[in-house]
């Protein structure tokens, strides 16, 4: 089963970009308002940052939050599979 790809223009940091997508549009425009929100936010933050430093900054906190999120996830599966394991011991 192939998916559909569209092409959607989104504004990122005030630039266009033309963006092929299987994706849902509000799913994507979702996703780039979050982006422009975290830009906007780190440009607020009182420092005088160039634009490479503001995607940077906003791309480590985006890491960092996936990597905490897929470290739970890892723990909790570990749990649940814990949990079943014991389960099966009744």
């Not at 996703?31 to 933050?45: H, Y």
């Not at 905490?68 to 014991?86: H, R």
Request: net charge positive.
């Amino acid at each position: 089963m192939s998916k559909d790809f569209k092409n959607i223009e989104v504004v990122i940091y005030d630039r266009k970009y033309l963006l092929k997508t299987s994706e849902d549009d509000s799913y994507l425009k979702n996703i780039v308002d979050d982006l422009n929100q975290r830009i906007k936010t780190t440009e607020g933050m009182g420092n005088k940052y160039s634009e490479i430093q503001v995607m940077s900054l906003v791309a480590l906190q985006i890491l960092d939050e996936k990597n905490k999120i897929e470290k739970e996830y890892n723990q909790l599966k570990k749990l649940a599979k814990m949990m079943e394991l014991g389960s099966n011991k009744v």
